[in-house]
């Protein structure tokens, strides 16, 4: 159990707490924030100086903290030492020593502790601004601070050396500064346009608008009130973390209403934003009274059965609720077609009962699923763009080096596909004896998300059930589904006579815009061959 402590924070003494960024239970890692803070010039995030479980928070928001201040106890048992390292934070943003020309000064940044490369989110003047000393000049930006630079003396600004996006480090120039009292610099005259462009500090960010008041121009004619517009609405006021988890999720942050003290936006407000958004976007069909159906197709007729006899309401299953949009829109975003086929298993039939005897006594069943598997690695080797996906873009294919082999298993609650990973470096053995424990995971309801993710190809079987042909559904991103029914005793010509052979259907669903029906037909032809010869599942 260790404290971690407020670290060197520069210059800054008693900086509020606007934010915590943790609770008590969470587990936390090294260099996680755990706290923001917020002076009249710069944002910082407190990193956590190792990883732990949050055991005690010391403070709260609005508190104000000092270098040593107590934040939180954590319990880093197992995972090293978490003694408060003193990293180096932003310092007080006092600008740095002007170089000095006739009559004008270039004004660099200061120094920012060990930050270096740190991006200019914002700049907060132009040429032709009449500033004031301590006003805030430029907002820079680095993955644990918000700071503002300001400028060391009153004047004009001549001309602006950086521009947003720029990377900039101790002692990059950010612009000229002419004139003014205090700059040890003979004055400028100010010029007659400057007092109106200085009449509203319509430029700083939410940070300089609650900034002391020595850092607010002094306009020297009363401000001309304007309509509210594009260029007068307030920059977001918000810590490092949600302005990237916004650019992460697309979020435009002058949107977002801030309920963080001085209105500040926090994580909570930026994911009600983005739920918001969603509840208010219509359904491209209800738009057009289409109802819930897709492509504007008439609504959906509304029925009381019970006029027509007795009823009784049932409820969806949870996994048919879960799967029921999934299958929808593989089914309507994807331009299946089916190819039909069969094998002739009977060989592979008679080897699979010479070999449950010796499997029944190892606790499991050997399934003719489980040489399904196998046989679809051998064609998937043989055609690798059935073991593909689609790219984003929807111009290029990834073809997957791996055989993770989802299997549709039939439960109480509905239809789930775990999967067999890693399906070509497993014996016939290995499989079956896996799918008899992810089935049974499967029928208590105990399979994990991870157990159902990352399948580069499926098998429906049906076998077990009957039917003799069906159209599966293909389990996006893959591009091609394997539906298997009931295997039947058949009379098949053998050159000579018809003599009785087991006879499985096979039916091939795929993606017609990865594959084409002359592939579709090779891929099934080939895995009934392999099928039909056990002897080729080891070639």
Same mark, same amino acid.
């Given at each position: 159990?260790?404290?971690?402590?407020?670290?060197?924070?520069?210059?800054?003494?008693?900086?509020?707490?606007?934010?915590?960024?943790?609770?008590?239970?969470?587990?936390?890692?090294?260099?996680?924030?755990?706290?923001?803070?917020?002076?009249?010039?710069?944002?910082?995030?407190?990193?956590?100086?190792?990883?732990?479980?949050?055991?005690?928070?010391?403070?709260?928001?609005?508190?104000? %903290?000092?270098?040593?201040?107590?934040?939180?106890?954590?319990?880093?048992?197992?995972?090293?030492?978490?003694?408060?390292?003193?990293?180096?934070?932003?310092?007080?943003?006092? #600008?740095?020593?002007?170089?000095?020309? =006739?009559?004008?000064?270039?004004?660099?940044?200061?120094?920012?502790?060990?930050?270096?490369?740190? !991006?200019?989110?914002?700049?907060?003047?132009?040429?032709?601004? $009449?500033?004031?000393?301590?006003?805030?000049?430029?907002?820079?930006?680095?993955?644990? #601070?918000?700071?503002?630079?300001?400028?060391?003396?009153?004047?004009?600004?001549?001309?602006?050396?950086?521009?947003?996006?720029?990377?900039?480090?101790?002692?990059?120039?950010?612009?000229?500064? !002419?004139?003014? #009292?205090?700059?040890?610099?003979?004055?400028?005259?100010?010029?007659?346009?400057?007092?109106?462009?200085?009449?509203?500090?319509?430029?700083?960010? &939410?940070?300089?608008?609650?900034?002391?008041?020595?850092? %607010?121009? #002094?306009?020297?004619? &009363?401000?001309?009130?304007?309509?509210?517009?594009? !260029?007068?609405?307030?920059?977001?006021?918000?810590?490092?973390?949600?302005?990237?988890?916004?650019?992460?999720?697309?979020?435009?942050?002058?949107?977002?209403?801030?309920?963080?003290?001085?209105?500040?936006?926090?994580?909570?407000?930026?994911?009600?934003?983005?739920?918001?958004?969603?509840?208010?976007?219509?359904?491209?069909?209800?738009?057009?009274?289409?109802?819930?159906?897709?492509?504007?197709?008439?609504?959906?007729?509304?029925?009381?059965? =019970?006029?027509?006899?007795?009823?009784?309401?049932?409820?969806?299953?949870?996994?048919?609720?879960?799967?029921?949009?999934?299958?929808?829109?593989?089914?309507?975003?994807?331009?299946?077609?089916?190819?039909?086929?069969?094998?002739?298993?009977?060989?592979?039939? $008679?080897?699979?009962?010479?070999?449950?005897?010796?499997?029944?006594?190892?606790?499991?069943?050997?399934?003719?699923?489980?040489?399904?598997?196998?046989?679809?690695?051998?064609?998937?080797?043989?055609?690798?763009?059935?073991?593909?996906?689609?790219?984003?873009?929807? !111009?290029?294919?990834?073809?997957?080096?791996?055989?993770?082999?989802?299997?549709? %298993?039939?439960?109480?609650?509905?239809?789930?596909?775990?999967?067999?990973?890693?399906?070509?470096?497993?014996?016939?053995?290995?499989?079956?004896?896996?799918?008899?424990?992810?089935?049974?995971?499967?029928?208590?309801?105990?399979?994990?998300?991870?157990?159902?993710?990352?399948?580069?190809?499926?098998?429906?079987?049906?076998?077990?059930?009957?039917?003799?042909?069906?159209?599966?559904?293909?389990?996006?991103?893959? %591009?091609?589904?394997?539906?298997?029914?009931?295997?039947?005793?058949?009379?098949?010509?053998?050159?000579?006579?018809?003599?009785?052979?087991?006879?499985?259907?096979?039916?091939?669903?795929?993606?017609?815009?990865?594959?084409?029906?002359?592939?579709?037909?090779?891929?099934?032809?080939?895995?009934?061959?392999?099928?039909?010869?056990?002897?080729?599942?080891?070639?």
């Amino acid at each position: 159990m260790s404290q971690v402590l407020v670290p060197d924070i520069g210059d800054f003494k008693e900086v509020e707490v606007i934010e915590v960024l943790v609770k008590p239970g969470d587990a936390v890692s090294k260099e996680q924030s755990l706290i923001t803070l917020e002076s009249d010039k710069a944002t910082m995030e407190i990193p956590s100086p190792g990883a732990g479980v949050v055991k005690e928070l010391k403070i709260k928001v609005g508190d104000k %903290v000092s270098k040593g201040s107590p934040i939180l106890d954590l319990d880093d048992r197992g995972n090293g030492e978490a003694q408060p390292e003193e990293k180096p934070k932003p310092k007080a943003a006092k #600008a740095e020593p002007p170089k000095q020309a =006739a009559g004008a000064m270039t004004v660099l940044v200061s120094d920012i502790g060990d930050f270096k490369e740190v !991006e200019v989110i914002e700049v907060l003047v132009k040429p032709g601004d $009449a500033v004031t000393k301590e006003q805030s000049l430029i907002t820079l930006e680095s993955d644990k #601070a918000t700071m503002e630079i300001p400028s060391p003396a009153a004047g004009v600004v001549k001309d602006v050396k950086v521009k947003v996006g720029d990377k900039i480090s101790k002692g990059s120039p950010i612009l000229t500064l !002419e004139g003014g #009292a205090g700059g040890g610099f003979p004055p400028a005259p100010i010029s007659k346009e400057a007092p109106a462009k200085a009449e509203a500090p319509k430029t700083e960010s &939410p940070k300089a608008q609650t900034a002391k008041p020595a850092a %607010v121009p #002094a306009p020297t004619a &009363p401000p001309v009130p304007r309509e509210p517009s594009d !260029e007068t609405v307030a920059k977001p006021h918000a810590s490092p973390s949600v302005r990237k988890f916004a650019r992460e999720l697309g979020v435009d942050l002058p949107r977002v209403q801030g309920s963080g003290p001085k209105g500040r936006i926090l994580h909570a407000d930026v994911q009600a934003f983005v739920k918001g958004a969603l509840a208010k976007a219509p359904a491209p069909a209800a738009a057009k009274g289409g109802g819930a159906l897709p492509f504007n197709l008439p609504a959906w007729p509304e029925v009381d059965f =019970a006029k027509f006899g007795p009823v009784e309401k049932e409820p969806l299953s949870r996994i048919q609720k879960l799967s029921g949009p999934y299958l929808h829109r593989n089914w309507i975003s994807i331009p299946h077609v089916t190819q039909f086929d069969e094998a002739d298993i009977t060989d592979l039939e $008679a080897f699979r009962k010479n070999q449950t005897v010796e499997t029944e006594k190892k606790g499991f069943k050997l399934t003719m699923l489980a040489f399904m598997i196998k046989a679809c690695v051998t064609a998937l080797k043989a055609f690798p763009k059935f073991n593909s996906s689609l790219d984003k873009s929807g !111009e290029g294919l990834i073809i997957k080096k791996y055989y993770h082999v989802g299997v549709a %298993v039939d439960t109480p609650g509905g239809l789930v596909v775990p999967v067999v990973r890693d399906s070509d470096r497993k014996g016939v053995f290995d499989i079956a004896h896996e799918l008899g424990e992810i089935s049974k995971l499967a029928r208590d309801g105990k399979l994990k998300p991870g157990d159902m993710q990352g399948g580069t190809f499926s098998i429906s079987s049906l076998g077990g059930i009957g039917g003799t042909a069906f159209t599966p559904i293909i389990n996006a991103p893959e %591009v091609a589904i394997l539906g298997v029914s009931r295997s039947t005793i058949r009379p098949v010509w053998n050159g000579k006579e018809f003599a009785p052979r087991l006879i499985l259907p096979l039916s091939l669903s795929y993606d017609h815009r990865v594959l084409d029906g002359a592939t579709a037909a090779r891929f099934s032809a080939f895995l009934a061959s392999v099928l039909s010869d056990i002897r080729k599942l080891i070639l």
